[in-house]
């Protein structure tokens, strides 16, 4: 088990990886998160959770498992969101751990800006350093029906509604939210789309949504 939330298990995956002689990997999807938590946490390693789990977990994974990645081709997608457009004032280097201020949507929007930005400059690093087998790149799969809105109704109450289902009410609110959310399917058709290398366009560092490339405002793209 990879536990985002521990970096000495995220930095022991690429030996376990390695050990199982599976060979170079032609994808790797860094997806998992977490979102809009209320209160602030820290994980073990001493950082806000939000941020690690969402960036800088899957940074330390993708530095580990970057011999591994196919010299032939390979591409990174990082799971970012639209919700970057919170941080819109940049990446504050001073807030990252929410040490000065903290909350729970404003977290998670510095921590999908900071998907965006990695993707960049590891793109840039690579082309940079002749490395052109490597492609990364960066998606909003917009508001999908998954467990990670447990938080905003709270762990409990979403654990209850999962195992003795919801009541007439709260079936008529679920009912009406999902005209604004995609199915899983639905919501996993951009990340399939990049990893199966988008028809032969896929675009080194870019944003994409809904199967397109997106432009981004400055602060990013760190301009």
Do not use: C
Request: aromatic share 10%; glycine share 10%.
């Amino acid at each position: 088990v990879l536990d985002l939330d521990d970096l000495e298990s995220v930095k022991a995956f690429p030996d376990a990886y390695g050990k199982l002689g599976l060979g170079g990997i032609n994808v790797l999807m860094n997806n998992a998160g977490v979102m809009a938590i209320p209160d602030r946490q820290l994980t073990k390693d001493g950082y806000e959770r939000t941020f690690q789990s969402n960036h800088l977990g899957h940074f330390v994974l993708t530095t580990g498992l970057f011999p591994y990645l196919s010299r032939s081709k390979a591409t990174v997608i990082n799971v970012s969101s639209e919700a970057f457009q919170i941080a819109r004032g940049g990446l504050d280097i001073n807030n990252l751990n929410g040490e000065e201020k903290y909350g729970a949507w404003s977290s998670y929007g510095l921590s999908k800006l900071a998907n965006i930005l990695f993707t960049q400059e590891l793109q840039r690093r690579a082309e940079e350093s002749g490395n052109n087998w490597l492609t990364a790149v960066t998606l909003h799969p917009g508001a999908v029906s998954t467990d990670l809105g447990r938080y905003l109704i709270g762990e409990e109450k979403w654990n209850d509604l999962k195992s003795k289902g919801p009541s007439p009410l709260e079936s008529f609110a679920l009912n009406a939210l999902s005209v604004f959310t995609k199915t899983v399917p639905d919501g996993a058709s951009t990340q399939i789309y990049l990893a199966a290398g988008a028809d032969g366009k896929l675009k080194p560092g870019a944003f994409y949504e809904d199967l397109k490339v997106k432009n981004l405002p400055s602060y990013a793209t760190d301009s």
